[in-house]
């Protein structure tokens, strides 16, 4: 069984930044694709970013703002993000899975309780 724990959300003004950090637990790290997804209130779940190797894939509005990355030996994946605006507002959730296209939550097969970011103007 795969745990998921994320932490680092807030408040935060406008153009301020935030990292966050999901801790996994349950099996290597190493062999799972691991991605964040957000959802804002009222809207449905959304695609962030994604990364297995090295490199992330990114959702468009992401606009060189949010890096993820991930320590293999702390089996812990970040999001960092810079320049937050009112409407990055939202649940940020990590997922971990076998995936064949990053942006679809359905691949992914294990979930964490998400954490509250609120960005203010």
């Known amino acids: 069984q795969v745990r998921l724990v994320e932490s680092g959300g807030g408040l935060v003004q406008a153009g301020g930044s935030l990292r966050l950090s999901c801790t996994q637990s349950?099996?290597?790290?190493?062999?799972?694709?691991m991605g964040w997804f957000r959802q804002a209130p009222g809207k449905e779940r959304e695609f962030v970013a994604e990364?297995?190797?090295?490199?992330?894939e990114y959702a468009d509005f992401v606009r060189d703002r949010f890096i993820i990355s991930r320590d293999n030996a702390r089996k812990t994946l970040y999001l960092q993000m810079d320049t937050l605006a009112p409407e990055d507002t939202a649940v940020y959730y990590c997922?971990?899975?076998?995936?064949?296209?990053?942006?679809?939550?359905?691949?992914?097969?294990?979930w964490g309780q998400g954490t509250q970011v609120t960005v203010t103007p």
């Open positions: 997922a971990a899975g076998s995936v064949t296209t990053p942006s679809d939550s359905h691949e992914y097969a294990y």
């Open positions: 990364i297995r190797g090295l490199e992330g």
């Open positions: 349950g099996r290597p790290f190493m062999d799972l694709d």
